[in-house]
Structure formats: C-alpha cells, structure tokens
C-alpha cells in the first residue's frame, strides 16, 4: 500500500470521527477501531505509524476522565509500535505504552487485557535482553504474570506461546552457572508443557513452532543422554514438518530442515552401534540442508543460505574422509572417527 493511499486512509477515518453526533469518547474508540483495522495484516510499515498517529489522535480526543478507554488506547498502540520493524526504539516506545495503561488495566480492565500486555511486555523485554537492553530475567517474570490469566484450559494458543516463549528466555540465558542444567530441563519441560494443549488439527502453527523449538532444546541440551536426546529432537522436526510445507510455509520448511539437517549430522546410523559412523545420515542431512538453501536463496535470506552452505560442505569433507578412512583398512581407529565425524 503506497504512503500516499495510507494518508488518504488516515484523513477519511479522521472524517468519520468527527461527526457531531457522538460523544468525545465515542470518537476516540472509534478511532480506536479504525487503528486497529490499519494493524491487521499490514503490507508495509506505513501502515502501522498510520495506526499509532490514530491512536495518538484519539487520545487527545478522548476525556481524562475516562480512564479505562484511554489506558485501552494506550495499550493497542503499544502494539502498533511493538509491530514496527526493526528498530528497537519502537520496543521501548510500546514498553513504556504497555506500563503506562498496565495499572488502570489491572484495576478496571479485564483480566485477559492485563495478560495480554504482560505477555507483550515479556516479549518486548525478551528481545530488547537480546540487544543488551533489558535483563532476560524480567521477561521471564512477565511471562509468569500472564499465565495466571492465560491457563491451558480457558486459552490454549495463549498458554503454548508463553510455554514457548518461556522455554527459549530459559535457554537465552548464558550456560555459566551450575543451574545452567536445570534451565534446560525447564525449557523443554515447558515446550512439552505447550504442546499438551494444541493439536496438529486444530493449533497447527503453534503445534510446529513448538515441535521446532523442543527439538532444538533437544538438540543442544547439555547431557549425557546425546544419542536419545536427538533421536526424540528427529522425531519432533517431524511433527513440525507435518505442518510447515514447503509450498504453504517455505521459510518455515527450511528453518525446519536446516534444523533436522544439524541434527541427522550428529546421529550415528545405529544408535546401538556409535562406533560403525553416520555417513547414511551425513548424507540425509546434505541433502536436507540442500532444500534448505535452495529456499533460502529464493527468497532473499542470504545469511541462511550461506550458513547452511558451509555446512553441507563440511559434511561432504567428512563423507569424503569417511570414505578415506575405510580404504586405509583396520589401521584406523573407530573411535576417532565418530570423534571426526561429529565434529
């Protein structure tokens, strides 16, 4: 949508509030409404300032005495600013929107409303810990607030996006303390957790996301137990993909694939037998990270297909030195050969 038509847009939804008829608060919500309909699938980020200009518009609209609405107002524009692309300013922006309704929310809103904006907050506080901007650990806790409204009985979506949610602000946090274990105990526990309250039929996109996520907790959880730990992380790349196609979901398809590829990498042919080697499963996993590329590069994601390319060229090296090895003959020992391969 070009930024010519969204300002077009802006000035006739301004129109339309400015009838006579209604009430200083009636405006703002609509207002309000029109904002959130800029918000809803938008096609370029022009769109989403047109929202927050609205929402500012109806704020300066709406009485002081109306509390709740303005705090409602308030928090639907930390939304719009939280879509904002890249830029983490806006984060910070929809934070401070977020804390300014929270109070009036938690005393006159609903109780879905304040743990929709704590949910927001452990978002915006999760990737702004990312950038050295804000402490993983108030994220977590923000999280934890939101679960007490959003149960796995009453909000299923809900739960399972905290879950996850949860589960990778766990695994965020630098692996330098004894706790560090438990930590990832708790992040798969908590994908687990998600995905006993959705179902491929009727949760599909969050059933993926957090078959995705537990395979890669799975996949690099520190234990003993590496062999099972990524047979069970195979099987979850699978239940995702059952999901994420490559015609329907490209990008998902092949972060996905890359995923299962890093995986079969690290899996010995025989779990039973480590020491016979994984070149079967080396060459699955070339292949897979083939697929991934070929999407990768279709669809701009250069760094993606660069890494995954580096990565399928080691693999040929350790076929190739796979194959070298079992020329030379018994001299070779097997065991630091599955060191190399693993490698």
């Not at 480590?274 to 669809?299: K, V, W």
Request: charged fraction near 25%; hydrophobic fraction near 45%.
């Amino acid at each position: 949508m070009s930024g010519d038509r969204v300002e077009d847009e802006v000035r006739a939804a301004l129109a339309a509030a400015d009838s006579e008829d209604a009430t200083a608060s009636e405006r703002a919500e609509m207002l309000m409404e029109i904002a959130m309909g800029f918000q809803q699938r938008p096609k370029s980020p022009d769109q989403l300032h047109a929202a927050v200009a609205l929402y500012d518009k109806a704020l300066s609209i709406c009485p002081a005495d109306d509390g709740l609405l303005r705090a409602r107002i308030t928090a639907r524009k930390g939304t719009a600013l939280q879509a904002i692309p890249q830029d983490l300013s806006f984060l910070e922006l929809a934070l401070v929107a977020y804390e300014e309704a929270k109070p009036v929310l938690a005393g006159a809103g609903l109780p879905a409303e304040i743990a929709e904006v704590e949910m927001n907050i452990g978002v915006i506080l999760h990737n702004l810990a990312g950038a050295g901007r804000a402490r993983i650990t108030d994220a977590i806790s923000a999280y934890q607030r939101a679960l007490r409204t959003f149960d796995s009985a009453h909000y299923p979506q809900e739960y399972a996006i905290l879950q996850s949610n949860l589960a990778t602000a766990f695994l965020s946090i630098p692996f330098t303390d004894e706790r560090a274990k438990m930590r990832e105990a708790l992040a798969v526990q908590a994908f687990e957790e998600g995905l006993k309250v959705v179902s491929l039929i009727d949760h599909p996109a969050e059933y993926a996301m957090l078959q995705n996520n537990l395979g890669n907790a799975l996949q690099y959880a520190s234990s003993s137990h590496v062999v099972e730990n990524n047979l069970r992380a195979l099987v979850a790349y699978d239940e995702a993909l059952k999901v994420r196609r490559c015609e329907t979901a490209p990008l998902e398809f092949a972060n996905t694939m890359a995923n299962k590829a890093n995986c079969l990498r690290n899996l010995p042919d025989e779990p039973e037998h480590p020491d016979r080697g994984n070149r079967t499963n080396l060459a699955q996993a070339r292949a897979c990270y083939a697929e991934a590329r070929a999407i990768f590069m279709a669809h701009g994601e250069a760094d993606k297909a660069r890494i995954v390319a580096e990565a399928a060229d080691d693999i040929e090296r350790e076929i190739l030195a796979a194959a070298e090895a079992e020329q030379r003959g018994p001299a070779v020992d097997g065991h630091s050969k599955r060191e190399n391969i693993r490698d």
